[in-house]
Structure formats: C-alpha cells, structure tokens
T-cell receptor, first 111, second 110 residues
Framework: NAGVTQTPKFRVLKTGQSMTLLCAQD?????MYWYRQDPGMGLRLIHY???????AKGEVPDGYNVSRLKKQNFLLGLESAAPSQTSVYFC??????????FGPGTRLTVL | DQQVKQNSPSLSVQEGRISILNCDYT??????FLWYKKYPAEGPTFLIS?????DKNEDGRFTVFLNKSAKHLSLHIVPSQPGDSAVYFC?????????FGQGTRLTINP
C-alpha cells in the first residue's frame, strides 16, 4: 500500500515550457487535491476533485489545469511555466474532505 | 472569506518544556479543526483534530484546545522532544476542502 505518490520528485523548467505532475493514490479515495507551498504562505489550494471526472478551482488556480480521468490519478498541468510557479507542490487524497493524506511533494523550479 | 492565521512563523522551545502553537480563524464554515505536522522533504501528516462539541482533545503528549468565542485554538505538546521539531499547520474544514494556516516552525533545543 503505497498511499499517495507523486511524479516527478524534482523538475527544472525554463520559462514558457509545459509539464504535467502526476499524483496517484491506491486508497480508493474520492477526493483529491493539489496544493502549492511557498515560504510564509502555508499550503494554498490550486485545484481539487470530489470524484472521477470532476474538478474545481481552489484559491490559486491561475496558470494551472487539472484532470481526473481515473479515480486513482489526479494530474496537474502547467501550460506555460513562469518563475512565479517555482514552488513545492503537494498532492493529497481523502475518503471525505476532512482527513487528507499527502504525498511527498514535487519541487519545481522555473528559470 | 474563510481564513486561518498562524501569527508566529517560528517558535523555539527547550527539550522537556511545553510547546504552545496558536491559531486564529474567521468565517469558519464548520467548527472542525485539524493540526498537521510536516518534516523537511516530506508531505504533511495528520496529527490531531477537534470538533465544536469539545473544547479539548488529547492524544498522548498532544492536546488541542478550542475557544469558540475567541475563534482561537492552540496545540500543546508536553513534554517537547527533539523529534517534534517540524512545521505545524492548523486547518479548518471548509466546503469539500481544508483551509490551512501559514504554518509555525517549531524547533526543540536540547
């Protein structure tokens, strides 16, 4: 039982490049979330999903897109990366929205 | 707008003493709060929670207190141990999501 996994762990992009972050969970959870963590800003919600095929905007959705084609996977896309998107990204899943289980994070640097 | 604030970015405590981490909230949608703990290079992990039917919840060395009239909660760690050094996030239940505070970095000194 791997819990929540994130791929990749590290990535360096140049401004304007695109990439997709993958989150996978093997706990059959309905809810999945993408956060970014920046110094002094805490965990800010980017997008979330309350079930397969659904997505919703969080607090800071601009510049990101998501898809939940399969229940166990939640993808976060950056179409045209900007230096302001340099951050640590965390994925989380939950059986209900309250008790969230987090992945280990992806450290992204945009030059 | 639902908000959670942790006004102390950092806290340093001597080993064996009590650590007290504070959290304030506004416009709470649901009176249910959680504390998460985060070590460097790892994801946050759930630590303890409290709902509005209680004003205190204990789990071993960790106790969370909720003061609804003051819209304030606190996490007490007694006694503090070196392994407690981490960033602690307070969170409030929202609609289908959690709203997190900025976090407090706790350092336990030997």
């Amino acid at each position: 039982n791997a819990g929540v996994t994130q791929t990749p762990k590290f990535r360096v992009l140049k401004t304007g490049q695109s990439m997709t972050l993958l989150c996978a969970q093997d706990m059959n959870h309905e809810y999945m979330y993408w956060y970014r963590q920046d110094p002094g800003m805490g965990l800010r919600l980017i997008h979330y999903s309350v079930g397969e095929g659904t997505t919703a905007k969080g607090e800071v959705p601009d510049g990101y897109n998501v898809s939940r084609l399969k229940k166990q996977n939640f993808l976060l896309g950056l179409e045209s990366a900007a230096p302001s998107q340099t951050s640590v990204y965390f994925c989380a899943s939950a059986p209900v929205s309250i008790r969230q289980f987090f992945g280990p994070g992806t450290r992204l640097t945009v030059l | 707008d639902q908000q959670v604030k942790q006004n102390s970015p950092s806290l340093s405590v001597q080993e064996g003493r009590i650590s007290i981490l504070n959290c304030d909230y506004t416009n709470s949608m649901f009176d249910y709060f959680l504390w998460y703990k985060k070590y460097p290079a790892e994801g946050p992990t759930f630590l303890i929670s409290i709902s509005s039917i209680k004003d205190k919840n204990e789990d071993g060395r960790f106790t969370v207190f909720l003061n609804k009239s003051a819209k304030h909660l606190s996490l007490h760690i007694v006694p503090s141990q070196p392994g407690d050094s981490a960033v602690y996030f307070c969170a409030n239940q929202g609609a289908q999501k959690l709203v997190f505070g900025q976090g407090t970095r706790l350092t336990i000194n030997p």
